[in-house]
C-alpha cells in the first residue's frame, strides 16, 4: 500500500535525482518541512512571503506566514497587557544550545519562556521561543543584547495591544 511518506519520498528523490521541480499545495508545513527547498505562501490569493524553507520557517515576516509556520503557537495575546517579550529565532542548530541558561549564568538575568515551537529540517534545528524579560529596562536591555549577539539567533521585541 502507499503510503504519504513513501509518497513524499518518492517526490522529493524525484527533485533530487532528475532535478525536476515539483509543486505542492498544502497547509501542512510538515510536508514543506519534509520535501520542499522553496515555500511561498499565499494569502488570499496574493503571495505574502517566498523564499528558502529554511529562512522563511527561521523567520516569517509576514502574519500569514506566522500562523502557518505557528500554528496556534507561541502567541502573546495569552498574557497580561503590559507584557514585555522578545520573539527568539533559532536559524539552524543553535535551538538546542543552552541559551536560556546561558543568559542567567552569564549576565545573571532571568527571563521566562512564554512558548516555544521547535522543528528539525535536513537535519538542522530551527524555531522560535517568546521570552518574557525582566521588567527592569536595563536587565530587559542587557538579555535583549546578549541574545541577539548569539550565533545564528534573531530576535525582536514583541508589544502585547489590547
Known amino acids: 500500500p502507499t503510503t504519504t511518506a513513501s509518497i513524499l519520498a ?3 528523490d524525484l527533485n533530487e535525482k532528475l532535478g525536476v521541480t515539483v509543486v505542492v499545495i498544502t497547509h501542512q508545513m510538515s510536508v514543506i518541512e519534509e520535501i520542499c527547498s522553496r515555500v511561498a505562501i499565499l494569502d488570499g490569493g496574493v ?4 523564499g528558502k524553507v529554511e529562512d522563511i520557517f527561521s523567520n516569517p515576516h509576514t502574519d ?9 503557537g507561541v502567541s502573546l495575546e495569552q498574557y497580561p497587557a503590559g507584557t514585555h517579550a522578545v520573539r ?11 541559551l536560556i ?18 522543528r528539525n529540517i535536513e537535519g538542522r534545528a530551527f524555531g ?11 536587565e530587559a536591555a542587557k538579555a535583549l543584547s546578549y541574545i541577539r549577539a548569539q550565533p545564528n539567533v534573531s530576535a525582536e521585541e514583541v508589544e502585547y495591544h489590547v
Open 88 to 98: 527568539v529565532a533559532f536559524n539552524g542548530g543553535t535551538a538546542y544550545q543552552p
Open 128 to 138: 522560535t521561543m517568546l521570552l518574557g524579560l525582566p521588567d527592569d529596562p536595563n
Open 101 to 118: 541558561a546561558s543568559l542567567a549564568i552569564d549576565l545573571g538575568v532571568k527571563v521566562n519562556i512564554l512558548g516555544a515551537d521547535t
Open 10 to 12: 518518492l517526490l522529493k
Open 64 to 72: 500569514a506566514a506566522r500562523r502557518l509556520v505557528y500554528p496556534g
Open 47 to 50: 503571495m505574502a512571503e517566498q
